[in-house]
């Protein structure tokens, strides 16, 4: 026996005769037309009739025929069919392609964001009303105010005669008004609040200190601050305004608010002792002031080089009396 008989009796079956040959995968397709709908997987092998091919054409021992390829029968070969199982797959569908935006939507700039709300609108509702119930109550007293002080500076008429008291009282003291920066004849005049006291001291006896000058005191918190404070600029200046505008040259009284100036004036001058004046207090260690007067020494102001009018250099001291401390005028004294 020779290779080829080897090779064709592998390829036989047992109950075959020899020299009859299988016929493989490739030669069932070969065989079968293009009509034929079954599969070539289920459909056994038919019996070939040709002839085994001759000894020297045969195949290297262990070799198996390609897939799909035909024996040599003098006819063109059969394409091979794809398997069942390759046609039943179904295919992947691909990604749509990239797409890319509009010109309007690239050039398009993006919304911005809806404003915040901010203010009275951001609070909750009861926030809300108290805070329109509290500038509705700003908004009445400053309108209030703005009457006063109108009818206040006003000429006199029906308002300010049967309501002159109450304009008074909400005016006096802190926001009186006055035209004297627009008289004809401005003030040309230094004003000083000087004031000295009598001192009982912790043994028994009594001192009288010299003139302290508020007014230089004042003067001197003033100069160089760029934001002087109102007190220096002011408190004892009206309060001795107010003084003098309701009392004559002999200190007597003139009107009803007589009284109210000299108290008021009288506790601004107390609490200023209480503090230290040119580096002590005027009551010492361990002293009470008891009594205090007050004095004012005016001085005209120097007329320009230019003008030929002849203006007077010497000071006009006019002396208050002697006023007694109350223990109430030291309590709201210490109260300010």
């Known amino acids: 026996m020779d290779a080829y008989d080897e090779v064709s009796n592998a390829r036989r079956g047992p109950d075959e005769p020899e020299g009859s040959a299988s016929i493989g995968p490739g030669d069932a397709t070969a065989d079968r037309g293009d009509g034929d709908s079954a599969d070539a997987d289920t459909d056994p092998p038919a019996p070939a009739s040709t002839p085994a091919p001759e000894t020297g054409s045969a195949p290297e021992t262990g070799s198996a025929p390609e897939t799909g390829s035909a024996p040599e029968t003098g006819s063109a070969p059969v394409p091979a069919r794809a398997p069942a199982w390759a046609a039943r797959q179904s295919p992947q569908t691909p990604p749509p392609p990239y797409t890319p935006p509009s010109s309007d939507d690239a050039l398009s700039s993006p919304q911005p964001p809806p404003p915040a709300v901010s203010g009275i609108a951001a609070l909750s509702l009861p926030y809300q009303i108290v805070v329109a119930l509290a ?9 209030v105010h703005v009457g006063m002080v ?11 005669k049967q309501h002159g008291q109450a304009v008074d009282d909400w005016v006096y003291p802190e926001f009186e008004q006055n035209w004297k920066l627009f008289a004809p004849n401005p003030l040309q005049q230094n004003i000083a609040v000087q004031v000295r ?11 009288e200190t010299g003139w302290y000058d508020l007014s230089a005191l004042d003067g001197a918190a003033i100069d160089g601050n760029l934001v002087p404070s109102h007190t220096d600029q002011n408190e004892l200046r009206r309060a001795w305004d107010f003084y003098v ?11 009803s608010r007589g009284e109210l100036s000299e108290r008021y004036l009288r506790r601004i001058v107390v609490m200023r002792l209480d503090r230290e004046l040119d580096g002590e207090r005027a009551g010492g260690s361990g002293g009470v002031v008891e009594r205090i007067q007050v004095r004012s020494r005016t001085t005209n102001v120097p007329a320009p080089e230019w003008s030929e009018e002849q203006v007077s250099d010497k000071p006009v001291i006019r002396e208050l009396s002697w006023w007694s401390v109350a223990d109430r005028d030291r309590t709201e004294a210490s109260a300010e």
Do not use: Q
């Open 135 to 143: 500038l509705a109550v700003v908004a009445v007293v400053a309108c």
């Open 245 to 255: 505008s309701t009392h004559d040259t002999e200190n007597r009284a003139t009107s």
């Open 150 to 160: 109108f009818l206040h500076v006003a000429p006199s008429n029906t308002m300010t």
């Open 197 to 207: 006291a009598e001192v009982r001291k912790p043994d028994g006896g009594s001192s």
